[in-house]
């Protein structure tokens, strides 16, 4: 689990496996702002987490009275560190996430909302645009002898069916 606390050493931050260089460069870009405001902030490293490494780190977070969390995950990780974060009772009023990924929309938020938490995510696509739909249908009449890997949306557009 690798931590830096805000502006310790942020010359000589090493990437550990698991940080992407976008998100190693998000990362220090936080970290240098954090240091220029006074901020205390964390960064956590959950390459290799399961379930029960998220909760030992969830309460080690509580017992440290964190509160307010940034979470940058790829959408399956994401939705299983919130239901995690539920299972802990860290979902309730007077904790505050922001999801860094682009695809809010594509999390099931369901058990997390009854809590009472302040939650903060972006959707970079609106799968309910004409224009997108459109793509997507276009998309998956595509050829794919012509197009390899057409055959399935693009990572970034699924397509969602909730």
């Not at 998100?23 to 970290?31: E, F, N, R, S, T």
């Not at 990780?77 to 309730?92: A, D, F």
């Amino acid at each position: 689990m690798g931590e830096r606390e805000a502006g310790e050493g942020m010359d000589q931050v090493e990437t550990e496996p698991g940080f992407q260089s976008t998100g190693y460069a998000i990362l220090q870009a936080i970290m240098e702002k954090a240091g220029q405001n006074n901020w205390q902030v964390s960064a956590i490293c959950v390459e290799n987490f399961n379930d029960a490494n998220y909760r030992r780190l969830l309460e080690d977070l509580d017992r440290r009275q964190e509160k307010k969390f940034v979470i940058d995950l790829e959408a399956e990780r994401l939705q299983n560190m919130l239901e995690q974060i539920v299972s802990v009772g860290k979902h309730v009023k007077g904790y505050h996430y922001i999801m860094a990924n682009l695809g809010f929309k594509d999390i099931n938020l369901e058990r997390f909302m009854h809590g009472g938490a302040n939650v903060t995510g972006f959707q970079l696509v609106d799968f309910s645009n004409p224009m997108v739909i459109k793509l997507m249908q276009r998309w998956n009449k595509l050829d794919q002898r012509e197009y390899p890997g057409s055959d399935a949306p693009p990572k970034v557009c699924r397509l969602n069916t909730r």
